[in-house]
């Protein structure tokens, strides 16, 4: 059985919660895009997790976790959750398995993130500056270092010089304090020894996983609104997020994979800029973001927060070939007098498509709104989706039926064990 997790917002939809649930069944937990820009948060017993690099599932009993190819990584924080890991009393021997061909975050690929944004003044776009652009432009145009590198040390000093020297010319323009080549280089060593144990042929270890019929938990990050080539650029985000990015991220052909989950917040939230079609304003959009408490799980900035855009939901869900749907954070919407849905948008009193538009015609969407009446009753610790209030049921399945997708799980807290399975 292989599964695959997608957010079919703009990220932070709840997939750490329904990764690490899949993950109870699971022998190989796998990362194939992306970088620590992601911030997937389990709970278990109380204890928040949250996860930027190593995979979420990886508390689970006898799963191993795989940072496949297709992901980019800050050693430095991939690092910081091994040791929170095992201070969890995880061994990650034989545990964890780092693809040699993950390209690096450098410290001059962080710093040219922040001098771009910085540049962009008013029209920044809200990255988390965590060096995410810069490592896959640096990899795409050939410039990129790799953990294989890392493990030849002579390679990568003449290689890690050289690019540091180009990158500080570059920095210096924007009147930025250059990288310090030896210095780096120094910490880079150290994490070059404690990384080393890790590293094997993740593609091979997949492909026969594959073979043998194991349980592979594919996990996506981000969310298809923030994909490279599907989100409304440059608002986005510099890796895809869409099904075929298992392919290009680990060498598994998407052909395999068995379901592909959407996962899907009850309202909407976003960090950063960008269209974002329902967004709420004002006391209302106070109280889900302190309720929901919607702030980044990397970076810490409150999070822009909407009712459900089911229009985009249709198309991401659409885009991905969804087959099963996972709804997030419903106890966030308990206590709301209507809640309101988005089934379409008008640009200029006509019926528009969200494929249709760019980002400038997203800014200027009027949403058709369907108006549902809320539940009161606490949904907290219900196990059965028969026991939840009809109202609530009333809405779930609008969105089960809307997007065509059978509804499969239902998160109603942050806790592993807050879920009902239908
Ligand atoms: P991800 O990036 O998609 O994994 O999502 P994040 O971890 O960034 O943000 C989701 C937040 O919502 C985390 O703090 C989760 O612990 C929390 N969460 C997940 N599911 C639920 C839920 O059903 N109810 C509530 N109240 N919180 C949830
Ligand atoms: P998870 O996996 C929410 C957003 C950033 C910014 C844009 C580009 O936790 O859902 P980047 O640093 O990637 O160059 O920033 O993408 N972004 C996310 N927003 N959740 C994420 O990941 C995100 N990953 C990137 O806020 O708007
Ligand atoms: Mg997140």
Not at 232 to 250: E, H, L, Q, R, W
Request: net charge positive; proline share 4%; glycine share 10%.
């Amino acid at each position: 059985m292989i599964n695959l997790v997608i957010g079919a917002q703009w990220g932070d939809e709840g997939k750490g919660k329904i990764v690490d649930l899949l993950g109870a069944n699971a022998d190989y937990a796998v990362r194939f895009h992306g970088g620590n820009n992601a911030g997937h948060t389990v709970v278990v017993a109380g204890k928040k997790y949250p996860f930027h690099l190593m995979p979420s599932a990886i508390l689970n009993k006898g799963i191993v976790g795989v940072i496949a190819n297709g992901v980019i990584i800050d050693p430095e924080v991939l690092i910081g959750e091994i040791k929170t890991v095992e201070a969890a009393g995880i061994s990650l021997k034989n545990k964890l398995v780092i693809s040699p061909r993950c390209h690096l975050i450098m410290p001059y690929h962080k710093a040219l993130d922040e001098a771009y944004e910085n540049a962009r003044g008013e029209n920044k776009l809200g990255t988390t500056r965590r060096g995410i652009g810069p490592t896959l432009a640096d990899k795409v145009s050939y410039n990129g270092l790799r953990v294989y590198e890392l493990m030849h040390w002579d390679i990568f000093v003449e290689k890690f010089t050289f690019q540091a020297e180009m990158k500080n010319k570059i920095l210096k323009l924007f009147g930025v304090t250059p990288i310090k080549i030896n210095g780096e280089l120094k910490k880079l060593k150290q994490y070059r020894e404690m990384l080393s144990p890790f590293v094997k042929d993740a593609y091979a270890l997949l492909q026969q996983a594959a073979d043998k019929k194991k349980n592979i938990l594919f996990e996506g990050a981000h969310g298809v609104m923030l994909d490279t080539d599907f989100s409304p650029y440059p608002f986005a985000t510099g890796s895809n997020v869409v099904a075929g990015a298992v392919n290009t991220g680990s060498g598994v052909s998407v052909k395999n994979v068995d379901k592909i989950w959407a996962v899907v917040k009850a309202y909407t939230s976003r960090v950063g800029g960008g269209p974002l079609p329902t967004e709420l304003s004002g006391k209302m959009a106070d109280d889900i973001r302190e309720k929901g408490q919607e702030y980044g799980t990397t970076t810490g900035r409150p999070r822009r927060v909407g009712w459900l855009d089911l229009a985009a939901v249709k198309f991401t869900t659409k885009v991905i070939d969804a087959n099963c749907l996972a709804i997030t954070k419903l106890d966030i919407l308990t206590g709301l007098p209507e809640i309101k849905v988005c089934v379409g948008y008008k640009l200029n009193g006509k019926l528009v498509d969200y494929s249709a538009c760019g980002y400038d015609e997203l800014a200027k969407l009027t949403p058709i709104y369907k108006t549902f009446t809320g539940w009161k009753e606490d949904i907290d610790g219900v196990k059965k989706f028969a026991k939840l209030p009809k109202n609530c049921q009333k809405y779930l399945k609008f969105i089960s039926e809307f997007l065509k997708i059978p509804l499969r799980i239902i998160s109603t807290g942050p806790d592993r064990k807050k879920y009902i399975k239908i």
